[in-house]
């Protein structure tokens, strides 16, 4: 399956898959899926655009906003429940398109894995993007 795909979360519930990487462990996920040790633990950082949101100093400040999220069920969306942000969702195929959404004004920010998002704007050559606060 690509990343970004509908509801990843849903698939490996109803046996459309029966293994995905970098599915990030949570006590809900726990409930419908075994977990193995982690070798790698990501960080998730929100990605905003620096000089159209010089406003934006916390996450916070995101309500009412639009997120560009990829997939549905993503820890992403986690992270906007976990918050009680109300914010507006354009779902993403890919960490390179919500960036470049960011990037374009179509979004206002992004929750991507840390590493990943700064491998794609370096090597996407993407400009004007920073994180918002510490990462999570």
């Given at each position: 399956?690509?990343?970004?795909?509908?509801?990843?979360?849903?698939?490996?519930?109803?046996g459309?898959?029966?293994?995905?990487?970098?599915?990030?462990?949570?006590?809900?996920?726990?409930?419908?899926a075994?977990?193995?040790?982690?070798?790698?633990?990501?960080?998730?950082?929100?990605?905003?655009a620096?000089a159209?949101?010089?406003?934006?100093?916390?996450?916070?400040?995101?309500?009412?906003r639009?997120?560009?999220i990829?997939?549905?069920?993503?820890?992403?969306?986690?992270?906007i429940?976990?918050?009680?942000?109300?914010m507006?969702?354009?779902?993403?195929?890919?960490?390179?398109?919500?960036?470049r959404?960011?990037?374009?004004g179509?979004?206002?920010?992004?929750?991507?894995?840390?590493?990943?998002?700064?491998?794609?704007?370096?090597?996407?050559?993407?400009?004007g993007?920073?994180?918002?606060?510490?990462?999570?």
């Amino acid at each position: 399956l690509p990343s970004g795909a509908p509801d990843l979360p849903e698939f490996l519930k109803t046996g459309r898959v029966d293994i995905l990487q970098i599915f990030s462990q949570t006590p809900e996920r726990e409930s419908y899926a075994d977990f193995s040790v982690p070798i790698l633990r990501l960080q998730g950082a929100v990605f905003v655009a620096s000089a159209r949101h010089a406003d934006l100093r916390t996450i916070d400040d995101l309500r009412g906003r639009t997120m560009a999220i990829v997939g549905r069920g993503s820890i992403g969306l986690q992270f906007i429940r976990d918050r009680r942000l109300d914010m507006r969702i354009e779902y993403a195929p890919s960490p390179e398109t919500a960036l470049r959404w960011v990037a374009e004004g179509r979004c206002d920010a992004t929750f991507l894995s840390r590493l990943t998002a700064l491998s794609v704007i370096k090597r996407r050559d993407l400009r004007g993007l920073r994180t918002l606060g510490e990462p999570l």
